[in-house]
C-alpha cells in the first residue's frame, strides 16, 4: 500500500489529453512539493516534472503539473504513442522523514 | 553526468545484498547534493530505500531501517547500499540516482537516474 495513491491504469487516443491524479495527507503533499517520474518500458525512470510544475530541460510542454490541497495531477496534453508508459508521483513526507511514492498509474495509448 | 549501479544479480535468502554506484560526470563530493536507492519490485512500484551526503550522513525510510546501510567512498567517486537478511520480496530492480534534497527550498527529486540492476533473492 503505497502512501500517494494513484489510479493504477489511464488510457487515451493519440492527440488527447489526458490527466493522472494523485493524492496524499498534509504531511506529504500538503506540506511539500511534488515530482513525477515517467517510466518507458524497459528503462529507468526519468525527472518529468519536478517542484509541482516545473520541467526539466528537454520535456516537452505537453507535460505539465498541478497542485492543489494534499492533491496533484499530471497532465499530457496532444498525447503521443511514446507517451506509453508507467508515471509515478512523489514527494517528501515530513512523518516519515523520507520520500514517498505514489503506487504508478500506466498509461496505455489506444 | 551518470550513475552506473554494479553487483551480483543473485543472493540467497537471510544473506546480504551490496551494490555500488559508480557516479561518472560529476563529483560525489558536491556538496549541492545527496545521493539515494530506490528500488522496483517485480509487478509493483518505486519505493525509496535511502540517500547519503558525502560526508556520510544517511537517511533511510523507516520500513527497511533496521537492514539498510549506506557509504560513501569519495576517493572513487562512488556510494553503496547493503541490505541484510533478504528475502524473496527484496528481490527487485535496484536504482540508483542524484537526490536533490533542500528542504528550506522544499527541493526533492530524483535526477538522473542509472540504469538499474536486478537483484534476484533466491536459494
Known amino acids: 500500500q503505497s502512501v500517494l495513491t494513484q489510479p493504477p491504469s489511464a488510457s487515451g487516443t493519440p492527440g488527447q489529453r489526458v490527466t493522472i491524479s494523485c493524492s496524499g495527507s498534509?504531511?506529504?503533499?500538503?506540506?511539500?512539493?511534488v515530482n513525477w517520474y515517467q517510466q518507458l518500458p524497459g528503462t529507468a525512470p526519468k525527472l518529468l516534472i519536478y517542484s509541482n510544475n516545473r520541467r526539466p530541460s528537454g520535456v516537452p510542454d505537453r507535460f505539465s503539473g498541478s497542485k492543489s490541497g494534499t492533491s496533484t495531477s499530471l497532465a499530457i496534453s496532444g498525447l503521443q504513442s511514446e507517451d506509453e508508459a508507467d508515471y509515478y508521483c512523489?514527494?517528501?513526507?515530513?512523518?516519515?522523514?523520507?520520500?514517498?511514492f505514489g503506487g504508478g498509474t500506466k498509461l496505455t495509448v489506444l | 553526468l551518470q550513475l552506473q549501479e554494479s553487483g551480483p544479480g543473485l543472493v540467497k535468502p537471510s544473506e546480504t545484498l551490496s551494490l555500488t554506484c559508480t557516479v561518472s560526470?560529476?563529483?560525489?563530493?558536491?556538496?549541492?547534493?545527496?545521493w539515494g536507492w530506490i528500488r522496483r519490485p517485480p509487478g509493483k512500484g518505486l519505493e525509496w530505500i535511502g540517500s547519503i551526503y558525502y560526508s556520510g550522513s544517511t537517511f533511510y525510510t523507516p520500513s527497511l531501517k533496521s537492514r539498510v546501510s549506506m557509504s560513501v567512498d569519495t576517493s572513487k567517486n562512488r556510494f553503496s547500499l547493503e541490505l541484510t537478511s533478504v528475502t524473496a520480496a527484496d528481490t527487485a530492480v535496484y536504482y540508483c540516482a542524484r537526490h536533490i534534497h533542500r528542504p528550506v527550498n522544499a527541493y526533492n527529486w530524483f535526477d538522473p537516474w542509472g540504469q538499474g540492476t536486478l537483484v534476484t533473492v533466491s536459494s
Open positions: 498534509s504531511s506529504n503533499i500538503g506540506g511539500n512539493t
Open positions: 560526470g560529476a563529483s560525489i563530493s558536491d556538496t549541492n547534493y545527496y
Open positions: 512523489a514527494a517528501w513526507d515530513d512523518s516519515l522523514n523520507g520520500v514517498v
